[in-house]
C-alpha cells in the first residue's frame, strides 16, 4: 500500500496487469491475514476477483486460484514490480505458446535474456503448477513458488524469453525489496509526466537511463 507516483504499489500494478491483452482473468491472490484486508477491498474496488490462502504456502495459494478459476495457463505477476509492463506479458504469453514450454519467464535477468529485473512476468502450464503444489515438500519451495524449477531445471523445459533491444538492461532494478528499492523509485517518478498507468517498458527503461546514468556507468557504484 506504500504509493509510487501517488498510487498505491499494488493498484498500479493491478492496473498495467490489466491491460495485457493476453490475460483473461486477473486474480489478486493473498493471504488470509487480517492485516491483508485492505488488499482485497483495493483489488475489489478495481472489479478484480480475490483468492484467500495461507501466508507463508504461496504455491498453495496459487494452487487454489488456478481450480477456482479454471486456469489452463498461469501467469504469475509478484507484488513487488510496479512496472510489470503489459506489452511485456504478452511477448512472454505468446513465446510460451509458441514453444509449447513448461515454464516461461522474462521477469527478471536470467540466462542470458537481457531483462530489467522487473518488467515481466511468470508463465505456466497449469498441470506443471498442479504437480508442483501436488509434490513440493520444502518450505522454500512452497513459499517461493517457482523455485522447484530453477533447482531442477532438468525436469522442465524452460524457456527464456529474450528482450526486445529497446529495452535490453540487465543491469536495471525495478523491483521492490527494500526501503531503499522504493526510494529509488520514487526519485525515477519524481519529475515525470504522472500517467504510470499508462508507462510502457520503453518509457521506464527511458526514464531510468536517465534518471541514473551515471550510476550506471560508474565502476564500483552500487548495483542496480
Given at each position: 500500500?506504500?504509493t509510487?507516483g501517488?498510487i ?11 491491460q495485457a ?5 486477473v486474480?489478486?491472490a493473498?493471504?488470509?491475514r ?6 482485497c477491498?483495493?483489488?475489489e474496488s ?7 490462502g495461507?501466508e507463508l504456502d504461496?504455491?498453495g495459494r496459487?494452487?487454489l486460484?488456478t481450480k477456482?478459476?479454471?486456469?489452463e495457463?498461469?501467469?504469475r505477476?509478484?507484488g513487488?514490480n ?6 511485456e506479458?504478452d ?5 510460451h505458446?509458441l ?14 535474456n537481457g ?13 506443471i ?10 518450505p522454500?519451495?512452497?513459499e517461493?513458488?517457482?523455485?522447484y ?22 543491469d ?19 519529475s ?8 510502457s ?6 526514464a ?5 546514468a ?11
Open positions: 500500500m506504500e509510487l501517488g498505491p504499489i499494488l493498484e498500479l500494478i493491478l492496473r498495467r496487469v490489466r491483452v493476453t490475460v483473461t482473468e486474480v489478486l493473498t493471504t488470509e487480517l492485516e491483508d484486508q485492505v488488499l477491498k483495493l483489488a478495481l472489479q478484480l476477483r480475490v483468492v484467500r495461507p504461496v504455491l496459487f494452487g486460484a477456482l478459476f479454471a486456469a495457463v498461469v501467469v505477476i509478484a513487488d510496479p512496472f510489470v509492463a503489459p506489452e506479458i511477448r512472454v504469453v505468446e513465446h505458446f514453444t509449447g514450454a513448461d515454464y516461461s519467464f522474462n521477469h527478471i535477468p536470467a540466462l542470458d531483462y530489467p529485473d522487473g518488467l515481466g512476468a511468470e508463465v505456466v502450464e497449469q498441470s503448477l498442479e504437480h508442483l503444489d501436488e509434490s513440493c515438500t520444502k522454500a519451495h512452497r517461493h513458488v517457482t523455485s524449477m530453477w533447482d531442477n531445471p532438468e525436469e522442465f523445459y524452460i524457456e527464456a524469453v529474450p528482450a526486445p533491444p529497446s529495452i535490453i538492461g540487465p536495471i532494478k525495478l523491483d521492490i525489496n527494500e526501503p531503499q528499492d522504493l526510494a529509488h523509485l520514487k526519485q525515477l517518478v519524481a515525470a509526466p504522472p500517467d504510470l498507468e499508462n508507462w517498458a520503453e518509457d521506464v527503461v527511458r531510468y537511463r536517465s534518471e541514473f551515471s550510476e550506471l556507468h560508474s565502476p564500483g557504484s552500487r548495483p542496480l
